[in-house]
């Protein structure tokens, strides 16, 4: 997960527009991992489609999908991603999801939760991708105006800067304002283009 907080100075931050202010809600995805029991494959299917099929209809739910176990495995995953925190609590809090989980404990021999947040859920595939030039056209047009925002607004002022310093300094700004503030907005403002089959 990424959530490491990396101090831009006061200065920098004014002039990129950042501040303090709460952060931007970032995207969330989770995977559950069940190995079922061989004689409730079946009806582990049946139960997964149906929780899926509510999960979907969440608020806040960007898709839901189950991926089939391969050969000689009976593990199969469960994939949530939702657009914040606030929208993947609510559903592992709902009343929906307590009562489905209720009727697959039978079923299972184990079970593994895992969650990715911030930017690293960019390059988690999606439940229901859609086309991944979509994605990349959208990173590299997110990247391209951040760069020439710095080197046209903040790095004229830091020509006497030593070089290495201003290029960590330019991937940092980069970095964060790629996964903290352009991506998340873009991803929610374009979902729908990004994910059409959903």
Do not use: K
Not at 51 to 56: E, I, K, N, S, T
Not at 79 to 107: I, P
Not at 152 to 177: C, D, F, I, K, Q
């Amino acid at each position: 997960m990424l959530n490491a907080h990396v101090s831009v100075p006061l200065r920098l931050r004014a002039r990129l527009g950042t501040s303090d202010e709460a952060p931007c809600p970032e995207p969330v995805t989770v995977t559950v991992a069940r190995v079922v029991r061989p004689e409730h494959r079946a009806a582990f299917e049946r139960w997964a489609d149906d929780v899926l099929r509510v999960a979907r209809a969440f608020p806040g739910n960007l898709g839901a999908s189950m991926l089939h176990p391969g050969p000689g495995s009976s593990e199969y995953h469960l994939v949530y991603r939702f657009q914040d925190d606030d929208s993947l609590a609510a559903w592992e809090r709902s009343s929906e999801r307590r009562s489905a989980l209720a009727h697959v404990e039978d079923m299972v021999d184990d079970e593994r939760y895992n969650r990715v947040a911030g930017l690293e859920s960019f390059f988690t595939r999606s439940p229901q991708p859609g086309p991944r030039w979509r994605m990349t056209l959208v990173t590299i047009a997110a990247v391209f105006v951040i760069t020439s925002l710095l080197q046209n607004l903040v790095m004229p002022h830091l020509a006497s800067w030593p070089l290495e310093v201003r290029l960590l300094l330019s991937a940092t700004a980069v970095v964060l304002l790629l996964g903290h503030v352009v991506m998340p907005r873009l991803t929610r403002l374009l979902g729908r283009w990004l994910h059409p089959g959903r």
